[in-house]
């Protein structure tokens, strides 16, 4: 089609004689005849019908240049504004088209619609825009070209909303197809969600499995569902566990319910060591020091002895003893005083020669004093004046040297003379006062040292001073006789056995060159963790060294030397589908080892199956934050949670949910009960407990569980550490009085994935080895663990919730309500759904929350004789020294 602009037109500035318009494009021809051919491809604006008085003008653009062409009759400038728009999209329509054949393609492949694959089509569409201008709806065009761009449009508002119609379509039609496979697979049908975890198939799929729901079933039915679709071929599925029983388990499963498959069972060891067999050529012999761990302890304590021989090496050791055996706190850190007592109590602080101190800060003056040769008595009896009253014990300077018959005071206060915040100031600063008094009044020489001069860094440089002007003699210690001392206080074999753990830390963690370092330089311990690592990198050399001249590996190499070799591309991985089992339970070294396994080979799907609210294994190197926070490390992906239990019941589960729940990092999940009871089933037991009353109290409750139970059912003691529970005579003596009960005793760890009828937990009480534990990971191995949660007793809380959820019908909780776990006292004061009296109950327990030590807020007053009479003394007696008359 051609178009003539008027003739008058080129006496007045139009350069164009004529257009002309097909198909391919548009033909400029010049008043001096010369044409300019313009493809639609070039073409970037549409032409625009500008109405003039006369005249009218049509303007477009191509290659970014404006073209303008005038002197148009207004029915022409119409028809080839018209014409223009029609073979403009009519060319575009061809690359729409194509575009469309294209994405369809995408989405009809076999299979679920992967992140990737909606990546793909959305890039692909962006692309395909920038040069396939979208038609708005006003615009007049073929029915056939309207439909076409219409359904490209569509596409291009590929939002969450389309894809996930897609795939609830998909998941729906693979549930009919596969109906008779779900319901057949396992002894039960599995679940809707179980049906759902199987079918997902993003490039990662999170499956958050929580007690009871049947996880193991789930990885079944996933396998089953694949191999059954024809999506994979058993050598195409990688299955992962963390223990050799776990991965023996999962693989008998898959052979008892799909009969003889090549699907790959493993543990992650197994695998490392295959990648390694198959880049090296050869399989790696591992060394007996990977799984002997006192033939470890026994090299690494040889190895530092060796070392202490090397006076750099001794003085470095030394130095450290003095300066960074114990972790240093702050106690204007802590919020009460049964706090800070806690944290000297676990740290098991004391001196150099094995004194019980009651402050870091003592310590540290203790230390010195021996190091620099002088004698002193800790505590001793104010030697010049009795001071007892009724109300006040003995004075008890902190120190005295008895060559120089100097006293030594330390005193707790900044340089405002403020305290630590359960410290009432203005009493601590009289008796100040009151002991200057004294020793001024028996003219004893006093020096005083203060908190605040360690938090300026010169607690001991001003002693020294202090001492030096008084007269005082140093005779430092000879380094041999210092070493002598800490020999027979036993804090050398301590110590080697700390450097065996560290080193197994700090292989497991396998650190990227500088990694470590960058850590240190984040952590509030830097100082003793680099005075630490000088000690520890002689002994990972030697360790090293042997493992090279034996040619041998260990279980860390077989993690680390994998992830090279496939991160490098020396391997690259044959499965097309990894299944991971207790994920929750997952290192970061692992989750790098299955990145980098998915990222070998295009793609890949990984598909994990775990739950939050039982991870406990922080204190192997287990990392919580990468179930929590999944995505960030594995990218996009698919979380499915199976939200129906079939161990326990719906009163249970709302006590043991609700508990783990209170630390706000946890997933949240919604768990339905199979099985559900109108009353309480989780029971506070409330006794008096000595060690022969604990035996009495768990053989009343198994009475009473023997009088509702089935013939044989089975129990569970549980406690939170081994030792805590009875004595092998004692468990004999309870399976001979209850015959009809089958007894078993684990601690909270070995019990998890096993279950029983019936749960009694023991050990609920506040001390150092209660529950929840109050023992404290040493701050080195503490740096090289992942990084401990911001919420308290994240872990141990865990465990409570794994603890409970083993029962199947009723927990008891047996507990002495004078020293009771803080746990309980939650479980008490937030007002749970738990059972407080199917057993009678002493008055002094149901009163024994009143009897809270008011000073150091952790203890509790209990009834004591002293020489004047009866008194309530604190349990945490001789920390705190806390009293009270007992009213006759």
């Given at each position: 089609?051609?178009?003539?602009?008027?003739?008058?037109?080129?006496?007045?500035?139009?350069?164009?004689?004529?257009?002309?318009?097909?198909?391919?494009?548009?033909?400029?021809?010049?008043?001096?005849?010369?044409?300019?051919?313009?493809?639609?491809?070039?073409?970037?604006?549409?032409?625009?019908?500008?109405?003039?008085?006369?005249?009218?003008?049509?303007?477009?653009?191509?290659?970014?240049?404006?073209?303008?062409?005038?002197?148009?009759?207004?029915?022409?400038?119409?028809?080839?504004?018209?014409?223009?728009?029609?073979?403009?999209?009519?060319?575009?329509?061809?690359?729409?088209?194509?575009?469309?054949?294209?994405?369809?393609?995408?989405?009809?492949?076999?299979?679920?619609?992967?992140?990737?694959?909606?990546?793909?089509?959305?890039?692909?569409?962006?692309?395909?825009?920038?040069?396939?201008?979208?038609?708005?709806?006003?615009?007049?065009?073929?029915?056939?070209?309207?439909?076409?761009?219409?359904?490209?449009?569509?596409?291009?508002?590929?939002?969450?909303?389309?894809?996930?119609?897609?795939?609830?379509?998909?998941?729906?039609?693979?549930?009919?197809?596969?109906?008779?496979?779900?319901?057949?697979?396992?002894?039960?049908?599995?679940?809707?969600?179980?049906?759902?975890?199987?079918?997902?198939?993003?490039?990662?799929?999170?499956?958050?499995?929580?007690?009871?729901?049947?996880?193991?079933?789930?990885?079944?039915?996933?396998?089953?569902?694949?191999?059954?679709?024809?999506?994979?071929?058993?050598?195409?599925?990688?299955?992962?566990?963390?223990?050799k029983k776990a991965a023996l388990e999962m693989r008998d499963r898959v052979t008892e319910k799909l009969g003889n498959t090549s699907v790959s069972a493993w543990t992650f060891h197994v695998l490392?060591?295959?990648?390694?067999?198959?880049?090296?050529?050869?399989?790696?012999?591992?060394?007996?020091l990977a799984s002997d761990e006192k033939l470890l302890n026994n090299h690494v304590d040889q190895w530092f002895s060796d070392l202490l021989e090397i006076q750099s090496y001794k003085e470095a050791?030394?130095?450290?003893?003095?300066?960074?055996?114990?972790?240093?706190?702050?106690?204007?850190?802590?919020?009460?005083?049964?706090?800070?007592?806690?944290?000297?109590?676990?740290?098991?602080?004391?001196?150099?020669?094995?004194?019980?101190?009651?402050?870091?800060?003592?310590?540290?003056?203790?230390?010195?004093?021996?190091?620099?040769?002088?004698?002193?008595?800790?505590?001793?009896?104010?030697?010049?004046?009795?001071?007892?009253?009724?109300?006040?014990?003995?004075?008890?300077?902190?120190?005295?040297?008895?060559?120089?018959?100097?006293?030594?005071?330390?005193?707790?206060?900044?340089?405002?003379?403020?305290?630590?915040?359960?410290?009432?100031?203005?009493?601590?600063?009289?008796?100040?006062?009151?002991?200057?008094?004294?020793?001024?009044?028996?003219?004893?020489?006093?020096?005083?040292?203060?908190?605040?001069?360690?938090?300026?860094?010169?607690?001991?440089?001003?002693?020294?001073?202090?001492?030096?002007?008084?007269?005082?003699?140093?005779?430092?210690?000879?380094?041999?006789?210092?070493?002598?001392?800490?020999?027979?206080?036993?804090?050398?074999?301590?110590?080697?056995?700390?450097?065996?753990?560290?080193?197994?830390?700090?292989?497991?963690?396998?650190?990227?060159?500088?990694?470590?370092?960058?850590?240190?330089?984040?952590?509030?311990?830097?100082?003793?963790?680099?005075?630490?690592?000088?000690?520890?990198?002689?002994?990972?050399?030697?360790?090293?060294?042997?493992?090279?001249?034996?040619?041998?590996?260990?279980?860390?190499?077989?993690?680390?030397?994998?992830?090279?070799?496939?991160?490098?591309?020396?391997?690259?991985?044959?499965?097309?589908?990894?299944?991971?089992?207790?994920?929750?339970?997952?290192?970061?070294?692992?989750?790098?080892?299955?990145?980098?396994?998915?990222?070998?080979?295009?793609?890949?799907?990984?598909?994990?199956?775990?739950?939050?609210?039982?991870?406990?294994?922080?204190?192997?190197?287990?990392?919580?934050?990468?179930?929590?926070?999944?995505?960030?490390?594995?990218?996009?992906?698919?979380?499915?949670?199976?939200?129906?239990?079939?161990?326990?019941?719906?009163?249970?589960?709302?006590?043991?949910?609700?508990?783990?729940?209170?630390?706000?990092?946890?997933?949240?999940?919604?768990?339905?009960?199979?099985?559900?009871?109108?009353?309480?089933?989780?029971?506070?037991?409330?006794?008096?407990?000595?060690?022969?009353?604990?035996?009495?109290?768990?053989?009343?409750?198994?009475?009473?569980?023997?009088?509702?139970?089935?013939?044989?059912?089975?129990?569970?003691?549980?406690?939170?550490?081994?030792?805590?529970?009875?004595?092998?005579?004692?468990?004999?003596?309870?399976?001979?009085?209850?015959?009809?009960?089958?007894?078993?005793?684990?601690?909270?760890?070995?019990?998890?994935?096993?279950?029983?009828?019936?749960?009694?937990?023991?050990?609920?009480?506040?001390?150092?080895?209660?529950?929840?534990?109050?023992?404290?990971?040493?701050?080195?191995?503490?740096?090289?663990?992942?990084?401990?949660?911001?919420?308290?007793?994240?872990?141990?809380?865990?465990?409570?919730?794994?603890?409970?959820?083993?029962?199947?019908?009723?927990?008891?909780?047996?507990?002495?309500?004078?020293?009771?776990?803080?746990?309980?006292?939650?479980?008490?004061?937030?007002?749970?759904?738990?059972?407080l009296n199917e057993f009678n109950s002493e008055e002094s327990q149901l009163t024994a929350p009143e009897h809270e030590c008011p000073s150091c807020k952790t203890g509790t007053l209990v009834q004591?004789?002293?020489?004047?009479?009866?008194?309530?003394?604190?349990?945490?007696?001789?920390?705190?020294?806390?009293?009270?008359?007992?009213?006759?």
């Open positions: 089609m051609s178009y003539k602009p008027h003739f008058l037109g080129r006496y007045f500035g139009n350069r164009f004689e004529e257009v002309h318009l097909d198909d391919s494009g548009l033909v400029l021809v010049s008043i001096d005849q010369k044409p300019t051919e313009l493809a639609w491809k070039g073409v970037s604006r549409l032409a625009k019908h500008t109405p003039g008085i006369i005249f009218d003008k049509v303007v477009f653009e191509s290659a970014g240049k404006t073209v303008s062409i005038g002197w148009l009759y207004k029915s022409s400038a119409s028809s080839f504004t018209s014409l223009f728009t029609e073979k403009y999209y009519s060319h575009h329509c061809v690359s729409a088209e194509k575009a469309l054949v294209k994405i369809s393609a995408y989405l009809q492949k076999k299979g679920y619609l992967r992140s990737s694959h909606c990546k793909a089509i959305s890039d692909f569409i962006s692309k395909a825009l920038v040069t396939i201008p979208l038609p708005s709806d006003d615009i007049n065009l073929s029915i056939a070209t309207k439909d076409t761009f219409s359904k490209l449009k569509c596409l291009a508002e590929f939002d969450a909303s389309t894809i996930g119609g897609i795939r609830t379509r998909y998941i729906s039609e693979q549930k009919q197809c596969y109906q008779r496979l779900f319901d057949s697979i396992e002894s039960n049908p599995l679940t809707e969600k179980q049906r759902e975890a199987c079918i997902i198939d993003d490039d990662n799929n999170l499956v958050l499995a929580g007690a009871g729901t049947g996880k193991t079933s789930t990885m079944i039915g996933r396998v089953a569902y694949l191999l059954e679709s024809k999506q994979a071929v058993g050598q195409e599925i990688l299955m992962l566990a963390f223990g490392g060591q295959m990648v390694i067999s198959s880049v090296e050529g050869e399989k790696p012999s591992i060394s007996p050791t030394l130095k450290y003893f003095e300066k960074h055996l114990f972790p240093e706190a702050n106690p204007f850190d802590f919020k009460t005083q049964g706090e800070y007592f806690e944290y000297i109590r676990t740290n098991e602080i004391r001196t150099l020669k094995g004194e019980a101190v009651k402050s870091f800060e003592e310590c540290l003056i203790a230390n010195w004093l021996f190091a620099m040769g002088i004698e002193y008595k800790y505590e001793l009896s104010y030697l010049e004046s009795n001071t007892r009253t009724p109300d006040y014990k003995q004075y008890q300077p902190d120190f005295y040297l008895t060559e120089f018959g100097i006293y030594i005071e330390h005193f707790g206060v900044d340089r405002e003379g403020n305290t630590a915040p359960y410290i009432d100031a203005a009493r601590y600063n009289v008796g100040i006062q009151w002991k200057r008094q004294l020793h001024s009044k028996h003219t004893t020489q006093l020096v005083e040292t203060y908190h605040y001069e360690q938090r300026e860094g010169c607690l001991l440089s001003n002693l020294e001073s202090k001492l030096v002007s008084l007269g005082v003699l140093f005779e430092p210690l000879p380094a041999d006789s210092v070493l002598h001392t800490l020999r027979e206080f036993g804090a050398i074999s301590k110590f080697s056995l700390l450097l065996s753990s560290l080193l197994r830390r700090y292989r497991a963690n396998c650190y990227i060159p500088g990694e470590l370092e960058r850590l240190a330089d984040h952590v509030e311990s830097t100082g003793q963790l680099k005075a630490a690592m000088d000690l520890l990198r002689p002994i990972i050399e030697r360790y090293e060294a042997l493992l090279k001249s034996n040619k041998e590996i260990d279980f860390e190499d077989m993690i680390a030397k994998a992830i090279g070799y496939i991160e490098d591309g020396s391997f690259t991985s044959p499965w097309s589908y990894i299944l991971v089992d207790e994920f929750q339970d997952i290192s970061k070294p692992r989750a790098r080892l299955i990145k980098a396994l998915r990222d070998s080979k295009k793609n890949t799907s990984v598909f994990c199956v775990g739950d939050d609210w039982q991870a406990i294994y922080r204190f192997t190197g287990s990392d919580v934050s990468l179930t929590t926070g999944f995505e960030s490390l594995f990218g996009p992906a698919q979380i499915t949670s199976l939200d129906k239990t079939f161990r326990f019941n719906n009163s249970i589960n709302d006590v043991a949910s609700q508990f783990v729940m209170r630390n706000t990092s946890q997933v949240k999940k919604q768990i339905t009960t199979h099985s559900v009871v109108q009353e309480p089933a989780v029971s506070l037991v409330m006794k008096s407990l000595s060690d022969n009353d604990i035996f009495k109290a768990t053989l009343e409750i198994l009475k009473k569980i023997a009088g509702i139970a089935k013939q044989g059912a089975c129990v569970y003691l549980l406690a939170r550490y081994h030792f805590r529970l009875l004595e092998p005579k004692q468990l004999a003596q309870l399976t001979r009085s209850v015959p009809t009960l089958d007894i078993e005793q684990h601690s909270f760890h070995a019990s998890k994935g096993k279950e029983a009828d019936y749960v009694v937990i023991l050990g609920l009480d506040n001390t150092k080895n209660g529950f929840p534990s109050r023992k404290l990971t040493d701050p080195l191995l503490e740096v090289l663990l992942p990084a401990a949660e911001p919420f308290p007793d994240a872990e141990e809380r865990r465990l409570f919730y794994v603890a409970m959820t083993r029962a199947k019908h009723r927990c008891y909780l047996l507990t002495d309500m004078n020293k009771t776990s803080d746990f309980v006292k939650e479980l008490l004061t937030d007002n749970y759904a738990i059972e004591r004789k002293g020489p004047y009479g009866a008194f309530f003394g604190c349990t945490n007696y001789p920390l705190c020294s806390h009293k009270e008359k007992a009213i006759s």
